[in-house]
């Protein structure tokens, strides 16, 4: 089995920073692309920030020039630096993992629990 364990949410003021984490444990070849999502209710879930393997990045036009998506291979975990928030970043960010697994390297995608990230003065 695999498990993504996310962290780092929280309660922050406008311009304020957060760091949040995601590890992934368990039956692990290999992690393809790591990225971030988010939701408010009501509202379907939204790419935040995507990361390849090879290091690529894409961002959703919200968070350009904000955001920073991160990966340490060697620890299975993906990072996403927020700075300069704004109230609209307001959410429950999820991490989403396209995972090679064994004994066939077949891809499975798995997404982390959630973490709160409120914004506000």
């Known amino acids: 089995q695999v498990q993504l364990v996310e962290s780092g949410g929280g309660l922050v003021q406008p311009g304020g920073s957060l760091r949040l984490s995601c590890a992934a444990s368990g039956s692990i070849f290999s992690i393809n692309a790591m990225a971030w999502y988010r939701q408010t209710p009501g509202k379907q879930r939204a790419l935040v920030a995507k990361i390849t393997s090879s290091g690529s990045t894409n961002y959703a036009d919200s968070v350009k020039g904000r955001f920073t998506i991160s990966r340490d291979n060697a620890k299975n975990t993906g990072y996403l630096q927020m700075n300069s928030l704004k109230p609209e970043d307001t959410a429950v960010y999820y991490c989403?993992?396209?995972?090679?697994?064994?004994?066939?390297?077949?891809?499975?995608?798995?997404w982390g629990q959630g973490t709160q990230v409120t914004v506000s003065s």
């Open positions: 989403n993992f396209d995972i090679k697994r064994p004994p066939n390297w077949d891809r499975y995608v798995y």
